[in-house]
C-alpha cells in the first residue's frame, strides 16, 4: 500500500493528512484558538467530588474544569491500599500482547472502590489529558501517566513490559521484556511500540533513559508551587505526527513550508536518519492540497450523503450517543443478479466506510445499516472484510458481527473534537436541527402570537421583523390584511437580514420596545 503524508502550514491553521493509495484517510488540523491538549500533564486540584457518578472535576489551570472518573484513577499511588487489598485485575500481572496497548472508552473496568475514600476535595493530583474537550464536553484527564516516544511509551509507577503482538514470537517478547525491565528503574514500566521492533534495541533503551529523565523534571515541577499548573507539553502537531505516523510503509512526507520541513528533517536526524531522504519541501505555485484532490475530499467528508462508484450511497446521520451509516443500492444499473449486486455494493461501501470514519475521526457508538443480503457467505466475507479494513486504523475500533437486521456496530477510540467539530459550527437557523420552519408555520407563530396578545390590549401598529423568505411568503399570499382583521391591529412587516427563517421579532412600533418575548 502506497502511504504519504503531507504538512500544510499556513498563518491560520496547519494539516496533517495521511493517504494512502492516493485517497486521503486521515486528517488533523490545528488552530491558533484550538490548540491540542491531549497527552499535556498537569498540576490540579480536586475540586468537587460528584459521588452519585463515581467521578471528580479537577482544576487544572484551563477555562473548563477536567473530568476524572473513579475507572482513572491509579489505585497504587493511593497510600491507604496496600497491595494486598488490590482485586486480582488491579495487580501487576504480565499484561496480555496487545498492539500499542490501544484502549476504547467502553472497556468496562471492575472498580470496587468509591472514588470518595481514594480522593478529597482540595487534594493536589498529578493528571494527564486522555480526551480533549469535545463541545461542551470537559476535557476528560487520568492519573495513570504516560510519555509516549517514538519505539516506546514510558509508564511510570508500573511493573508491566508491554510488546507489540507483531514481534516474532513469545520467545522473543519474553526476551525483551526481561532485557528492558533490568534497564528501567524500579517501579516503572513501558511499551515497546510496533514501529519499534523494526529498530536497534539501543535506541529503544536511549530512548527510555531520554523518556525517564523528562519524567523526573516532572516530578520536580510538581512540587514547586501548589497553584494548577502545566507540567508538561505534548509535542507539537508536526513532530507528533512524524513521530507516530511515519513508519516504513510511509513511501514520502511533504512539506510546503520551510520552517515545518526543517524541523522534520531535525527531529529525524536524532532519531532516524535513515528516513530523511523520504521527506521532500513542496515548492510548486499550486497550493500542495489542491495538488494531490485534497480539499474536494475533505468538503465531501463533511456531507451527509457520500456516493458511491457503483450508484450506490451512504448516509451519515450524528447524534450525541452514536454515528448511524445507511448504506443504499441507489441508482445501480448492474445485470448482475440481486444478490451479486447488493453484495458488490455492500462491500465498496464497507471500504469507504472504514476510510470515512478515519477520515472524520468519528469516535463512539458507530451503527452501520447495510443492505440484507441472503447468502450466509456473503454476509460472513463482508464481516471479514471489514475487519480487516479496520485493522489499518491507528485508533482501536472493535466490529460485531451483522445482526439479524443487517446491522453492524462498532466502538472506536475518541480523544479528541472530529473534522466536524473542527470545520463547522452549528447552524444558527436550525440549531443543529438540519431542518428549519416551513414559512407557512412562522406565520402560523405569529398568528398564534398576536392571538395571545389581544388580551393585554396591545397598542396599534405593531412592527414586525421577519426573515426575507418569510416576508415574501407573507406578500404573496397577502396574509398581512387577513391577520390585522382578524385581530384588529396595525401591522408593519419589515425585512431584517441578521435573522434566520426560524426567527421574528415584534417591536411597538410607537416606542421600539421589543416585545416578542411576552407572547411567545
Known amino acids: 500500500m502506497v502511504k504519504k503524508i503531507l504538512f500544510s502550514s499556513s498563518a491560520t491553521q496547519n494539516r496533517v493528512a495521511v493517504l494512502e493509495e492516493g485517497k486521503v484517510v486521515e486528517y488533523v488540523v490545528e488552530q491558533p484558538d484550538n490548540h491540542r491538549i491531549l497527552g499535556n500533564i498537569y498540576r490540579g486540584r480536586v475540586e468537587r467530588i460528584v459521588p452519585s457518578i463515581q467521578s471528580a472535576f479537577i482544576d487544572i489551570g484551563l477555562e473548563k474544569n477536567a473530568f476524572l472518573n473513579v475507572a482513572d484513577i491509579e489505585k497504587r499511588l493511593i497510600p491507604n491500599i496496600s497491595q494486598e487489598e488490590l482485586p486480582e485485575d488491579e495487580l501487576e500481572n504480565e499484561p496480555e500482547d496487545n498492539d500499542d496497548y490501544d484502549e476504547t472508552e467502553e472497556k468496562p473496568k471492575k472498580n470496587i472502590y468509591a472514588i470518595e475514600n481514594l480522593i478529597e476535595e482540595g487534594q493536589e493530583i498529578l493528571v494527564q489529558i486522555s480526551k480533549e474537550p469535545i463541545g461542551a464536553k470537559s476535557p476528560k484527564v487520568t492519573t495513570k501517566i504516560s510519555l509516549a516516544g517514538r519505539f516506546s511509551v514510558l509508564v511510570p509507577d508500573s511493573k508491566n513490559i508491554g510488546i507489540s503482538k507483531k514481534s516474532d514470537g513469545k520467545k522473543e517478547r519474553k526476551r525483551l521484556r526481561k532485557s528492558l525491565k533490568q534497564m528501567l528503574p524500579e517501579n516503572m514500566g513501558c511499551i515497546v511500540r510496533t514501529i519499534g521492533l523494526d529498530v ?23 512540587l514547586e508551587g501548589d497553584e494548577p499548573c502545566l507540567l508538561y507539553e505534548e509535542q507539537d502537531t508536526i513532530t507528533q505526527s512524524i513521530r507516530d505516523l511515519f513508519s516504513n510503509e510511509v513511501e514520502e512526507v511533504i512539506a510546503d513550508d520551510k520552517n515545518d520541513y526543517e524541523k522534520i528533517i531535525a527531529y529525524l536526524s536524532r532519531i532516524a536518519p535513515e528516513m530523511k ?19 474536494r475530499d475533505l468538503d465531501k467528508s463533511l456531507r451527509r450523503k457520500i456516493w458511491l462508484k457503483s450508484g450506490g450511497y451512504l448516509f451519515f446521520d450524528k447524534t450525541e450517543a452514536l454515528l448511524a451509516i445507511d448504506v443504499n443500492s441507489g441508482r445501480n444499473n448492474s445485470e448482475d443478479t440481486l444478490e451479486d449486486t447488493v453484495f458488490a455494493v455492500n462491500m465498496e461501501a464497507a471500504k469507504e466506510i472504514a476510510r470515512q470514519i478515519r477520515l472524520r475521526d468519528v469516535g463512539g457508538i458507530i451503527v452501520v445499516d447495510f443492505i440484507d443480503m441472503k447468502n450466509l457467505e456473503n454476509r460472513e466475507e463482508l464481516q471479514k472484510y471489514m475487519r480487516e479494513l479496520l485493522k489499518n486504523d491507528s485508533t482501536n475500533t472493535n466490529c460485531s458481527d451483522l445482526s439479524k437486521f443487517h446491522l453492524m456496530e462498532m466502538t472506536r477510540k475518541r480523544v479528541r473534537p472530529g473534522i466536524n467539530e473542527l470545520m463547522t459550527e452549528i447552524c444558527p437557523c436550525c440549531n443543529g436541527l438540519g431542518r428549519v420552519f416551513s414559512s407557512k408555520t412562522i406565520a402560523s407563530k405569529i398568528d398564534r402570537w398576536l392571538h395571545r396578545a389581544q388580551a393585554d390590549e396591545i397598542s396599534s401598529p405593531i412592527k414586525i421583523l421577519v426573515s426575507q423568505t418569510i416576508f415574501d411568503y407573507i406578500e404573496r399570499n397577502e396574509l398581512q390584511k387577513e391577520l390585522e382583521d382578524e385581530h384588529k391591529v396595525k401591522l408593519v412587516f419589515e425585512v431584517a437580514p441578521r435573522l434566520g427563517q426560524n426567527d421574528f421579532e415584534i417591536y411597538t412600533d410607537e416606542q421600539s420596545e421589543q416585545i416578542t418575548e411576552k407572547h411567545l
Open 277 to 295: 531522504n523520504r521527506v521532500t519541501l513542496y515548492t510548486k505555485s499550486i497550493p500542495l492540497f489542491d495538488a494531490y484532490d485534497i480539499e
Open 200 to 222: 536497534d534495541e539501543d535506541l529503544i533503551y536511549n530512548e527510555l533513559k531520554s523518556l525517564v529523565e523528562e519524567w523526573e523534571i516532572i516530578q520536580s515541577k510538581a
